[in-house]
C-alpha cells in the first residue's frame, strides 16, 4: 500500500506516549491510522493486561470515521461492529468503542488500565474526557494515537500539544495528500478561501475565528444575487438566472423569536441533485403576537411562497418552542395540508455555518431580492471574540434568528449539498 512521505514518516517515529496528527481535511491523517497503524497497535498488545479503546465524538462517528474504513481494507471477520455493550472485536481483541462529547458517556474508562486508546476528532472532544484518560495510559507499553483538524489557539487541547509531555505531533496541510486529484484540492481551495477553515482545513493551522463570518457575501452581497425566470424570459447574456422549473424541494423554516428577537421565516430551493441552494424569500416580525398570530403570520409567508413559486414541500419549525410548533403544524393541517410540517433538525451552527461557507466559496450559494433580512444577517454575522471557542456573536444586536431559520431550511441535507460538490 503506497503512503505519503508523512504517512511513512508517522510510522516508525510516532513511539512516544502520545502521538498525534492534526491538520487538514483529506489530508491522510486518518488513512493510515485505520490502514496501519490501529491494527499494529493492537496485535502489539495482544496478552498484555489492559483494555483496548476507540474513542470518538460518538459510536456513530467511530463507525464512518475508523471502524467501516478498517473494515473494507480487513474485512469483517476482522473488524466487527459495535454491540450493546459498546465492544467491537477488532483483530482479535475486544476493543470498547465511546463517544466522548459526554464525561457520562465514557465513565466506564475510570477505574480500568488502558493498553491502547485510538482518539478520532480529538479537538471535538469534551476536555475533562481527554483529562481523564492521562491516569488510564499506566502500563508502560501504553500508548495514545489521535487525529485532529485544529481550531482555535487557545485551545485546551493545543495547550497539551505545546506541553512538555511525552509527545510525537505531525502537522499536515491538504498538499501533503499527493494522492488527492488537482481538481478536487483546487475546488476546496476555493470553497475555503477568505475564511477561517482554510487556515484550519487546507493549511493545518491553530487560528482564531474573528471578524466577519460570510466575509465573501458581505464585501459583495450582489455577487449573489439571483433571479428566477419563465423559459421566456430567460436572458442568456445575464449570470445568475434560474428557471422556475429547475426548482426542487422547496423548504420553509420558522424560528420563533424570544425577549430581543423577532419571529423569522425562510424558504429555499436547490437545484437537481441539490447543485445549488437558493434562498427564495426571507422575513422577520417584531411584537407581542400571541400563538394565533404567528400561525397567521406563518401561512401568510406560505401562501407568498406559494403564490410566486407554485409549491410549498415542507416546513421547518424552531424544535425548542413545541407548543409554538404544534400550533403551526395545526394550521397547516387546517390551510395546507399537503405540505409536510416537522421540528427542524438543530444540527451544531458551527456545521451548518462550514456548509453555508462551502456553497458560497464554490459559486453554488444564490439569494433573491425578496431576502432583504437574511440579506442583512449574513452581511453582519461575526464571530464572537470573547470565547475561546468558534461561536457565532449574539448579543441580540445582529439578526441570528433569521439565520437559524435559513438553516433550518438546508442542514437535513448537508451532505448532499457537500457531496455534490
Known amino acids: 500500500m503506497q503512503y505519503t512521505a ?44 489492559g483494555l483496548c479503546f476507540i474513542i470518538g465524538v460518538s459510536k456513530e462517528t467511530i463507525e464512518r470515521n475508523v471502524l467501516q474504513p478498517m473494515r473494507e481494507k480487513y474485512t469483517d471477520a476482522i473488524v466487527g461492529t459495535i454491540n450493546s455493550r459498546n465492544i467491537a472485536r477488532i483483530c482479535g481483541e475486544d476493543v470498547y468503542c465511546l463517544g466522548a462529547e459526554k464525561v457520562s458517556q465514557v465513565a466506564k474508562i475510570q477505574g480500568v488500565s488502558a493498553k491502547y486508546i485510538y482518539g478520532d476528532e480529538v479537538a471535538k472532544w469534551n476536555k475533562e474526557v481527554f483529562n481523564m484518560l492521562k491516569s488510564r495510559l499506566d502500563k508502560p507499553y501504553s500508548c495514545f494515537d489521535g487525529s485532529l483538524n485544529p481550531e482555535d489557539p487557545n485551545h485546551w487541547l493545543k495547550e497539551f500539544l505545546d506541553s512538555d509531555a511525552d509527545i510525537y505531533c505531525q502537522k499536515y496541510t491538504i498538499f501533503d495528500n499527493i494522492f488527492l486529484s488537482p481538481d478536487f484540492v483546487s475546488n476546496l481551495c476555493k470553497e475555503y478561501e477568505g475564511t477561517v477553515y482554510y487556515n484550519r482545513l487546507i493549511l493545518g493551522e491553530w487560528v482564531r475565528a474573528e471578524g466577519a463570518i460570510y466575509r465573501k457575501f458581505a464585501d459583495n452581497p450582489k455577487k449573489f444575487l439571483c433571479k428566477i425566470v419563465s423559459k421566456s424570459e430567460k436572458d442568456q447574456d445575464k449570470e445568475n438566472q434560474f428557471l422556475f422549473s429547475q426548482l426542487c424541494g422547496i423548504v420553509m423554516a420558522v424560528d420563533f423569536g424570544g425577549n430581543k ?39 401568510g409567508f406560505a401562501k407568498s411562497v406559494m403564490d410566486l413559486y407554485g409549491n410549498l414541500d415542507f416546513v421547518y419549525w424552531d424544535s425548542a418552542e413545541t407548543v409554538l410548533g404544534r400550533g403551526i403544524k395545526r394550521a397547516f393541517q387546517k390551510s395546507f395540508p399537503s405540505v409536510i410540517v416537522r421540528p427542524a433538525k438543530k444540527h451544531h451552527v458551527n456545521d451548518r455555518i462550514n456548509t453555508t461557507l462551502r456553497l458560497m466559496g464554490a459559486g453554488r450559494f444564490f439569494i433573491t431580492d425578496d431576502c432583504e433580512t437574511l440579506k442583512t444577517a449574513l452581511s453582519q454575522a461575526v464571530w464572537n471574540e470573547k470565547v475561546s471557542h468558534d461561536e457565532r456573536f449574539d448579543d441580540g444586536s445582529t439578526d441570528i434568528d433569521s439565520l437559524d431559520a435559513f438553516e433550518y431550511t438546508f442542514e437535513r441535507d448537508m451532505k448532499r449539498y457537500i457531496g455534490a460538490g
Not at 39 to 44: A, K, L, N
Not at 267 to 275: G, L, M, N, P, R
Not at 285 to 290: E, I, K, L, N, T
Request: glycine fraction near 6%; hydrophobic fraction near 35%.
Open 6 to 49: 508523512k504517512q511513512n514518516s508517522y510510522i516508525p517515529n510516532a513511539n512516544k506516549r502520545w502521538n498525534f496528527k492534526t491538520g487538514a481535511v483529506r489530508s491522510g491523517k486518518s488513512f493510515v491510522d485505520v490502514t496501519a497503524i490501529i491494527p499494529m497497535r493492537i496485535r502489539e498488545r495482544i496478552g498484555k493486561d
Open 261 to 299: 428577537s423577532g419571529h423569522a421565516f425562510v424558504a429555499s430551493a436547490h437545484t437537481k441533485d441539490y447543485k445549488n441552494l437558493i434562498v427564495l424569500k426571507s422575513e422577520r416580525h417584531f411584537g407581542d403576537f400571541d400563538s394565533n398570530d404567528i400561525d397567521a403570520l406563518a401561512i
